[in-house]
């Protein structure tokens, strides 16, 4: 049986070998030479002291088997492993072992070396994820996530070890949380970062310091799937327990990011004000990539209220920070923002060029997200030159990526650039159909800025009917509109030699007008 091939082997091993097979055996999709010898005790570990964190590895400190004492022994026994066939070396210099092999040799491992060599894993990992997660920005940042996406499940490995005894390895947990959370949303992960984290604020006690960041962290990922509302009410539940001073940090970014979903929510009063608070910290703070990051987003606020020429000034400042710090994720952010009012305002070769090399920096970094809205972006230019097929590919990969990440915010605001290349080819049952699903998609998320960018596109849709004209009144009356949506409503009316009731006349509310659209879009079209 392969039980007992395993027994024979493991009695053939001398006892350095056997110990070094155990240990290996905590090790979660691969490993590095550097990583083996020193978690297994054979080289000192070149780290910085962390204040509590250093009291607690110093008090569970790695005592090696006497066989395992030097990183020559260690290299010696960790090849004559790969010879005879128990340790896997790879192309690209890593290490691994068979799941069997794996399971069999964590078998013959004490319950205490177990601990030890588990807490040593931990320690290792927590240093490595926040060294590469320090480097998020700037030339290194690409390298430095490659090498994370190649030690990830070793990381959540070691943060599950830290969870379990979380009120002893606080230190670890408080380490690894922004850079572990961090490489999730830049990998477009967000869906996968919602249920370990869920899982750390079932296990942390809610009075703990470290559950206002995990909070923080947790509003991150629900407002990178588009989930806005629950992202607002979480922010403000967890921004009290962000004012120590030592928090500060947190503190900007958390305000930040409620401008940003109270902008969705259409709370735009609310939102330049969350904004300008978190500017202000981030400047006392001395975060000079973050200051540009909350100009970008004063950007998109001023830019949805017709202020372009303010939007401009803003994302320019952003983008000299960001070019300044090689910040390639920051760039490409502007990028798509400067293209966005380039694409408003007609500049469409101006448009295009900012969105496709907006779309290369993120290909180059894996940044799915990015290359979503970069993708759904290009389509809206195609649109507008008249590139029906093309429009219609680039939209599809964008929809297609945004439910992959589980963002429905790209999925709604795809949907509805398919609607309107469908209507220009003439496929009226195809938009409707697509125009449907995207405004279910945005009354789900509860974005009134994005429900009423679809009405304006259903309105279009039904331009012959009195519902269709009520629907594009709708959406250059409310306040909620981004202003290009506006542009494009008044736009299509002339077209059209449409007449629409002046401003300040009632008309539909928001909820009539997608109660009606939703059972009109529902009904069989008329032919």
């Known amino acids: 049986s392969l039980r007992a091939a395993f027994d024979y082997s493991w009695e053939l091993l001398p006892e350095p070998e056997q110990a070094m097979l155990a240990w290996l055996s905590v090790f979660r999709g691969g490993f590095d030479g550097e990583a083996a010898l020193t978690i297994t005790g054979k080289k000192e570990r070149n780290r910085r002291e962390r204040g509590e964190r250093g009291v607690l590895l110093a008090n569970s400190a790695l005592s090696a088997p006497p066989q395992l004492n030097s990183p020559q022994s260690g290299l010696r026994q960790l090849s004559a ?8 070396r790879q192309a690209n210099g890593r ?12 078998e013959q491992i004490s319950p205490a070396d177990w601990a030890q060599v588990r807490t040593a894993h931990a320690g290792y990992y927590a240093d490595f994820m926040a060294d590469r997660g320090s480097k998020s920005t700037g030339e290194e940042a690409e390298a430095a996530f490659r090498l994370m996406a190649l030690e990830l499940e070793n990381g959540r490995f070691a943060w599950q070890w830290a969870l379990t005894d979380w009120s002893a390895t606080e230190p670890l947990l408080s380490q690894m949380l922004p850079h572990l959370s961090l490489f999730y949303l830049r990998r477009g992960r967000s869906l996968e970062a919602l249920d370990w984290l869920a899982e750390a604020l079932q296990t942390i006690a809610a009075d703990h310091p470290l559950t206002a960041r995990l909070h923080h962290q947790f509003a991150k990922h629900e407002e990178a799937v588009g989930r ?3 992202a607002q009410v979480r922010l403000l539940v967890c921004l009290p327990g962000l004012e120590a001073p030592d928090l500060v940090p947190y503190a900007a970014d958390a305000w930040e ?12 009063t609310d939102a330049e004000a969350s904004f300008q608070r978190s500017l202000t910290l981030h400047r006392l703070s001395g975060q000079t990539s973050n200051v540009a990051g909350v100009l970008n987003s004063l950007g998109v606020l001023t830019k949805n209220n017709g202020r372009y020429s303010e939007a401009i000034a803003y994302y320019m400042e952003s983008l000299s920070i960001f070019r300044r710090q090689v910040d390639r994720s920051g760039i490409a952010v502007c990028l798509i923002n400067l293209g966005n009012i380039a694409n408003v305002q007609g500049d469409y070769e101006w448009a295009r060029a900012c969105y496709q090399e907006s779309y290369e920096l993120a290909a180059a970094a894996e940044n799915r997200g990015q290359m979503a809205i970069n993708l759904l972006n290009l389509g809206s230019v195609a649109r507008a030159t008249g590139e029906a097929i093309t429009a219609e590919q680039q939209y599809q990969a964008s929809l297609a990526l945004g439910r992959e990440i589980g963002n429905g915010l790209i999925a709604a605001a795809a949907l509805d650039g398919l609607g309107q290349t469908r209507l220009m080819l003439g496929d009226l049952p195809g938009a409707r159909l697509v125009l449907r699903e995207g405004l279910e998609t945005a009354v789900a998320l509860k974005s009134s800025s994005m429900i009423l960018t679809l009405l304006a596109s259903v309105g279009r849709a039904l331009a012959g009917q009195p519902l269709g004209a009520a629907l594009l009144f709708l959406a250059l009356s409310h306040e ?9 409503v008044l736009a299509f009316a002339a077209a059209e030699q449409m007449t629409l009731p002046d401003l300040g006349q009632p008309g539909l509310d928001l909820e009539e007008g997608v109660r009606l659209s939703l059972t009109e879009l529902s009904a069989e079209p008329a032919i």
């Not at 691994?96 to 964590?106: G, N, S, T, V, Y």
């Not at 990011?257 to 735009?268: E, K, N, P, S």
């Open 81 to 88: 492993l790969v010879d005879k066939s128990l340790v896997q």
């Open 95 to 106: 290490y691994q072992l068979h799941e069997a092999i794996r399971l069999f040799a964590q």
């Open 228 to 230: 806005f509302a629950e």
């Open 257 to 268: 990011m409620l401008g940003r979903a109270q902008r969705h929510l259409g709370d735009l």
């Open 480 to 488: 909620n509109t981004p202003h290009h949506v506006r542009e494009e």
